[in-house]
Every structure is written in structure tokens, then in C-alpha cells.
């Protein structure tokens, strides 16, 4: 396999994980990893509400007592770690496609 198939291969796949994440989800174009080399806690924190940010910075142990007790729902759970988890796909790629 040349340098170019394995490429061409990488980037469709890239595009296709892209493809999946919801419209909503989706982030602008990023600065270039020179002009934003932090993309933790505050940069990500302003794609996410407040309560993804709670829930996807609780620990295990807090996150059981909130589901447990009916605070959150499993599924408003799963949905923030999906949501932070795009971004993260977002940012991976974006920086991937400056190099």
C-alpha cells in the first residue's frame, strides 16, 4: 500500500466519523493548533451547557448518586459524553488535517 492509499483511506474515514456527529454538535472551523494550543476546560466548556460540563467533570461515584437518585437520567448522561466526545473527534480531526 502506498503513502497516498493509506491517506486517502484515513481521511475518508475521518469524514465519515464527521458525518455521523449531529448537525448541533457540530463546532466552526477552529483556529490552527498554533493560534489555539489549549483546547481543554475553558475552550471546550463553550460548545457544552453548563450541566454537560457538570455531568461530563463528575467523577463515577457522583455520577451513580446523581442517576441513582433520579437528579439526571442515564440518557441525558450518555448524551453529554456523546456531546463532549464529538468535540473531542472535532478537534482531533481539525488539528490532524493542519499537520
Given at each position: 500500500?502506498?503513502?497516498?492509499?493509506?491517506?486517502?483511506?484515513?481521511?475518508?474515514?475521518?469524514?465519515?466519523v464527521?458525518?455521523?456527529?449531529?448537525?448541533?454538535?457540530?463546532?466552526?472551523?477552529?483556529?490552527?493548533?498554533?493560534?489555539?494550543?489549549?483546547?481543554?476546560?475553558?475552550?471546550?466548556?463553550?460548545?457544552?451547557?453548563?450541566?454537560?460540563?457538570?455531568?461530563?467533570?463528575?467523577?463515577?461515584?457522583?455520577?451513580?448518586?446523581?442517576?441513582?437518585?433520579?437528579?439526571?437520567?442515564?440518557?441525558?448522561?450518555?448524551?453529554?459524553?456523546?456531546?463532549?466526545?464529538?468535540?473531542?473527534?472535532?478537534?482531533?480531526?481539525s488539528?490532524?488535517?493542519?499537520?
Amino acid at each position: 500500500m502506498s503513502t497516498s492509499d493509506w491517506q486517502k483511506i484515513a481521511a475518508e474515514k475521518r469524514d465519515s466519523v464527521l458525518g455521523l456527529i449531529p448537525e448541533e454538535w457540530r463546532i466552526p472551523p477552529l483556529p490552527s493548533a498554533e493560534q489555539q494550543r489549549d483546547v481543554t476546560g475553558n475552550y471546550v466548556h463553550q460548545y457544552l451547557s453548563e450541566r454537560e460540563v457538570t455531568i461530563t467533570e463528575t467523577d463515577a461515584v457522583g455520577i451513580v448518586e446523581k442517576t441513582s437518585s433520579g437528579t439526571w437520567s442515564s440518557v441525558e448522561v450518555a448524551k453529554a459524553f456523546c456531546h463532549r466526545a464529538a468535540i473531542a473527534h472535532q478537534l482531533v480531526w481539525s488539528h490532524a488535517q493542519a499537520n
